[in-house]
């Protein structure tokens, strides 16, 4: 199935969660998903044969300043189609539901996209820096971060 | 001793405890900076949990610093070992998003530096792998074929390990006569050798005693757990990217995807995963042949603007490494340098499943199991 | 590169040098005449003990296996049968700190590894040398502009005694590293600073 069509299946099963079809003019469209309904959707994309998306490719975010998002990219093994869901998040306070019980491979990609861009995953088993040592401040990848002077003593320039 | 059943412990009259042993970043057998701890009952280990981060050289960050031309030759240095499959993984996507058409001859070549680097992956690999089980004589030998095609690898590129052969829109340099004749001169003595490294480790017994049944995927956790590339297949699931999606000309040539089927024990145990490498190092064999011998004329490099600026949108796309998937998620908004680059490495994905498969084993299991995901920190930590 | 030292160059100018009384020195001069006449000046050699130790120890620096990155991989290389440094006997790669003599920083230092490369090097016994390959342990390399968890430069946190430059350096400048670690070696004063003696 081709995105467009898998964005027009949700659509019709979670009316107002989905968001309407970007029309990119260049590279990937995406199904954007409103937060609170990530876990059904999620689920239903698990679940439902004609779908069966049963590989979770990656997890993560971008900063796009104004707000945050968080992008999930699936793809099936039963279809060979894929999928690309984003989640428009709060930048004050970026909070969404965990995926880790539905796809394992969720674990160490969200922890990641909370240790370099600070996005909480509500629900997940152990959500605790993953890259970076534990003592870090800061989330790197946002675009307001700026480079610490030193570490532990050692100078960074 | 079976390794198919979980190790019992004698009775004493001792009281025993358990004891978190810390396998730290340095450490001989653990392929990088990767720190284990591991929850020990005697030699039996319960549970491991591997913690990475010893080697994020914020790839991620530098990629939305520096313009995309600057950003390739960082990704040589994530899969340090197969570093011409990176550059092309992100050469392909930041093509894919800005539509470049990348010319057939550079296409080709690119196939051909591909797969000779998977070769050399592989045979670091086999090396390894042979150290970490106590074989100290595969890895000279895997390493006198590695010298052989580091000499070629010079010849094209400039560099022995760390190439920054792909560029956007096709390769940095052309291929004459004489790295020709060398490739060819290399695939008659890689037949040879090929045998060789059948009889030192995948004939041997005591390597079979160490890897078969142990360390069992089963194919739906394979999956569940976001595993790809020789892991993946060795638990049967039949999934190549090259096959599915191919990029760069590879659906002109013709080779076999090699799936694990239990040769010496389970299916999806560390022998497998070891033995569908071996042969995927022959398969490689052949494309390159076939590639040398119908190499097309014309340029190696799409003429581009001298600042690149792609369009605004995002792209992701994978490419099949040595190690798995390696995608590139690329967010671009109009500007000389990326707005995001997310990279997928397989080798991250590829470790998470450590936790569910190395326990209730032996801590040589542990060893054997890490050493047949074949990870590379630098694509773990990125 | 020449030798900056002044130990003196034959046997006879080191006895006269060290021996003040001038009966024990004819005794000394008189072993070096005797080993001459009875044909032993190939098996019988004189040396500061200095010159000796020194010998010893270029002659068998055991470096420890530290390799952080892909300069690990060249490392290896070096190991291996085309470059082969086990002929200057430096082949003997361990993996404990306390059995090393030579910590090859193979890689780029990241900050979370660093607390563990400062401990590895207390823990070696001395004498102990440091050799920073890579562009990545010598300032920072590739990273040095906008990598936020990269120490620039291992002698940041350790002392270093040779810099190998290069992304990742070739097997042959690692071992031109190694022979300019051997000539700094030959040039340690190791009873003077010791035993405080004249």
Same mark, same amino acid.
């Given at each position: ?5 898998i964005? *027009? ?5 979670? *009316? ?35 779908? *069966?998306?049963?590989?979770?490719r ?19 093994? *039963? ?11 709060d ?32 629900g ?8 970076l040592?534990e ?23 | ?25 340095? @450490?001989?057998?653990? @392929? ?18 591997? @913690? ?19 950003? =390739?030759? /960082? ?35 690119? =196939? ?50 760390? /190439? @920054? ?50 360390g ?22 039949? /999934? ?9 000309? /590879? ?29 995927e190092?022959m ?34 796309f ?10 590139f998620y ?41 050493g ?11 | ?19 003040? +009384? ?13 080993? &001459? ?31 952080l ?12 049968? &085309?470059? +082969? ?7 003997a ?21 660093a607390?563990?490369? &400062?401990?590895?090097?207390?823990q ?20 040095y ?30 071992? +031109? ?18 035993y405080?003696?004249?």
């Open positions: 199935m081709e995105l467009k069509a964005h *027009a299946r949700l659509k019709e099963r979670f *009316a107002e969660a989905v968001g309407e079809w970007p029309e990119p003019e260049a590279g990937d469209g995406w199904i954007e998903v409103q937060p609170d309904s990530l876990r059904p959707v999620a689920e239903f994309l698990r679940q439902d044969p004609a779908l *069966a998306f049963d590989y979770l990656l997890v993560t975010g971008v900063d796009r300043v104004d707000w945050m998002e968080a992008v999930y990219h699936l793809h099936s093994y *039963a279809h060979d189609h894929q999928a690309i869901l984003k989640v428009k998040l930048r004050a306070d970026p909070a969404v539901a965990s995926l880790a019980d539905l796809w394992p491979a969720a674990d160490w990609h969200e922890r990641e996209t909370f240790d370099l861009l600070g996005i909480r995953f509500d997940h088993p152990n959500l605790r820096r993953i890259l040592p003592d870090w401040q800061g989330h790197p990848l946002r675009k307001d971060y700026k480079q610490p002077d030193e570490y532990h003593g050692i100078s960074n320039w | 001793m079976s390794p198919a059943t979980t190790p019992t412990l004698r009775q004493d009259s001792l009281k025993t405890d358990e004891l978190l042993v810390n396998m730290g970043p340095q @450490h001989p057998s653990t @392929h990088g900076v990767l720190r284990l701890v591991v929850r020990t009952d005697g030699e039996i280990v319960r549970e491991t949990w591997p @913690h990475i981060g010893y080697l994020h050289r914020c790839f991620e960050k530098i990629a939305e610093s520096v313009t995309y031309a600057q950003s =390739v030759p /960082y990704t040589d240095r994530m899969d340090y070992l197969a570093s011409m499959n990176d550059g092309v993984a992100l050469c392909l996507a930041y093509e894919h998003l800005g539509k470049i058409e990348v010319p057939p001859r550079a296409q080709w070549l690119r =196939v051909i530096a591909c797969e000779l680097n998977r070769i050399a992956s592989h045979l670091m690999a086999f090396g390894t792998y042979g150290l970490d089980i106590g074989a100290m004589t595969p890895f000279f030998y895997g390493f006198r074929e590695r010298e052989a095609l580091l000499s070629i690898f010079e010849k094209m590129s400039g560099g022995r390990l760390l /190439y @920054h052969y792909a560029r956007i829109g096709g390769v940095c340099r052309d291929m004459d006569s004489d790295i020709e004749h060398d490739i060819r001169k290399f695939i008659v003595q890689f037949k040879t050798a090929f045998e060789e490294y059948n009889e030192l480790l995948s004939w041997n017994a005591i390597f079979i005693n160490r890897t078969a049944n142990v069992v995927i089963p194919p739906d956790k394979a999956i569940a757990w976001g595993l790809t590339g020789p892991c993946l297949r060795a638990s049967g699931v039949n /999934y190549d990217l090259r096959k599915r999606r191919p990029y760069s000309a /590879y659906e002109d040539f013709e080779f076999n995807v090699i799936l694990g089927e239990g040769f010496r024990g389970t299916l999806g145990d560390c022998y497998d995963r070891y033995y569908v490498r071996m042969l190092m398969e490689s064999l052949r494309i390159v042949e076939q590639a040398l011998d119908g190499l097309p004329e014309g340029d190696f490099q799409a003429k581009l603007p001298k600042i690149l600026r792609l369009p605004k949108g995002e792209a992701y994978a490419a099949e490494n040595p190690r798995g998937e390696l995608g690329v967010v671009s908004d109009g500007k000389p340098n990326a707005y995001r680059v997310r990279a997928r490495g397989p080798s991250f994905c590829n470790l998470s499943i450590t936790h569910e498969v190395a326990r209730d084993c032996l801590v040589a299991d542990v060893i054997a199991i890490i047949s995901i074949d990870i590379v920190l630098g694509e773990v930590d990125r | 590169m020449a030798q900056t030292t002044d130990l003196p160059v034959t046997p006879q100018q080191m006895i006269i040098d060290a021996v003040k +009384d001038p009966k024990e020195r004819r005794r000394y001069l008189h072993f070096l005449d005797q080993i &001459k006449s009875e044909g032993l000046s190939s098996s019988v050699a004189v040396v500061p003990l200095d010159a000796a130790i020194n010998w010893a120890r270029e002659s068998s620096i055991w470096p420890m296996t530290f390799g990155a892909c300069c690990a991989i060249e490392m290896m290389a070096v190991g291996a049968c &085309k470059f +082969d440094i086990d002929r200057f006997g430096a082949g790669f361990r993996a404990t700190p306390r059995q090393a003599d030579l910590m090859i920083v193979a890689g780029t230092v990241v900050y979370k590894m607390p563990r490369v &400062k401990r590895l090097y207390e070696m016994s001395e004498p102990r040398f440091v050799m920073a390959m890579g562009a990545c342990t010598v300032g920072g390399g590739p990273y502009k906008f990598g936020y968890h990269v120490v620039k430069g291992v002698d940041k946190i350790i002392p270093v005694d040779i810099y190998v430059p290069g992304c990742p350096p070739r097997p042959e400048a690692l071992l +031109d590293a190694l022979f300019r670690l051997q000539e700094k070696i030959d040039v340690q004063r190791n009873l003077k600073i010791r405080f003696t004249d």
